[in-house]
């Protein structure tokens, strides 16, 4: 049995250290920041920053975990599709989604649970959520 406990673990860990030449979840590019939006107030800009930047901007701090797989992968995947969505680094191009962005922080799927258990400043209480929700209603107006 301690024979088999050990095989199944030198795979274990040989596997963990295949996957790490695995390409994806490697890039980490943040682009340039090309126009930011024009928040109603620097609260608002701030609580953007702390809980939508990581993701939503081309201003990523990319943290240890992001370089060792399979972590990296699903980081990667969600910088990638959450710049695709929103990107308040490219403002210019995306002010028309602040529409569908005050859906996601009033249907609470916006920052997700699994972004704020490693990031607990950016699980909003309920008052820093109208105000999120606020500031992305003033910035699609402006935008009309």
């Known amino acids: 049995m301690k024979k088999i406990v050990l095989i199944i673990g030198a ?12 390409p994806y979840g490697h890039d980490h590019y943040n682009p340039p920041v ?5 928040w109603d107030n ?3 800009a701030d609580l953007a920053q702390h809980a939508c930047y990581e993701c939503h901007s081309n201003q990523t701090e990319w943290p240890w ?3 060792i ?3 990296s992968w699903l980081v990667e995947y969600d910088v990638q599709h959450a710049r695709v ?3 308040f680094s490219e403002w210019s191009t995306y002010q028309l989604m602040a529409g569908d962005a005050v859906a996601m ?3 609470g799927k916006m920052p997700p649970w699994r972004y704020w258990i ?4 950016a699980h909003l209480t309920d008052a820093q959520r109208q105000q999120l929700i606020q500031g992305l209603q003033a910035l699609e107006s402006q935008s009309q």
């Not at 795979?11 to 030449?21: D, H, N, R």
């Not at 090309?34 to 024009?38: A, E, F, K, V």
């Open 11 to 22: 795979i274990l860990v040989g596997v963990f250290i295949l996957i790490q030449f695995v």
């Open 34 to 38: 090309i126009n930011t939006p024009n």
């Open 42 to 44: 620097a609260q608002t």
């Open 65 to 67: 975990y992001s370089y």
């Open 69 to 71: 797989a399979p972590t």
């Open 85 to 87: 969505n929103l990107n």
């Open 105 to 107: 922080v009033q249907a």
């Open 118 to 121: 490693l990031h607990p400043d």
